[in-house]
């Protein structure tokens, strides 16, 4: 998987190597935090940009960490594993902006990337989050699908594609858990203006 910079290791020096160098990753880790709009957490503060990604954290932020990832990538799921928890801290501080843009590897990537962006920037990072944790449950239900099955996509849009993955592997029960309707979520899945956020963000990375 191709990833935006080196964000193979949960260290300040890798999140440095990913922001644009050691000065960079020094600047984030030693300015002084920056107060929230109300003195709220940055934590809280989410938007999606005009690149189609999402983004948590103070916006105006020295250090803009953006990562190209896709859900089923296990090195993206193991990143997130042992590195959001250190880059959590410097986005709460307000030094580092972090902007997530779901890239594809495969079409298992459209339904899990449509429906963890259904409901915008805020449930993203905890649904994205999950999904990461539970790559290996959801995903290995791809190995069961029968051989018609996988014909039977071949003559499907790319939303009827998306709509039928999600169903085989639960990925519509599983967003339900983080309040994404059963309905928003079909809504979701059938919206072409979805898969066309979704071919922004990988024409961008080529």
């Given at each position: ?7 193979a ?20 880790s ?30 105006a ?14 090195h ?11 880059l ?50 959801w ?17 499907m ?47 961008e990375?080529?």
């Amino acid at each position: 998987m191709k990833r935006f910079a080196v964000l193979a290791a949960a260290s300040l020096l890798a999140l440095a190597g990913c922001s644009g160098g050691e000065d960079a990753g020094n600047q984030a880790s030693t300015t002084a935090p920056v107060a929230a709009p109300a003195g709220g957490d940055w934590l809280s503060v989410t938007s999606k940009t005009d690149k189609e990604g999402m983004l948590i954290g103070n916006p105006a932020a020295p250090v803009k960490l953006i990562e190209f990832g896709a859900l089923t990538c296990s090195h993206c799921a193991e990143f997130d594993k042992v590195g959001r928890e250190p880059l959590m801290a410097l986005v709460k501080k307000g030094t580092v902006s972090y902007e997530y843009r779901t890239f594809l590897l495969n079409a298992f990537d459209v339904p899990a990337s449509l429906l963890a962006r259904c409901n915008g920037p805020a449930p993203f990072f905890p649904i994205s989050q999950q999904l990461f944790a539970t790559q290996h449950d959801w995903l290995g239900k791809a190995q069961t699908l029968p051989a018609d099955a996988q014909q039977k996509i071949q003559g499907m849009s790319p939303n009827q594609t998306a709509d039928f993955l999600a169903e085989a592997l639960g990925l519509v029960d599983f967003v339900g858990q983080f309040g994404v309707s059963k309905d928003k979520a079909k809504a979701c899945l059938a919206d072409p203006a979805g898969v066309a956020a979704l071919e922004k963000i990988a024409k961008e990375r080529q």
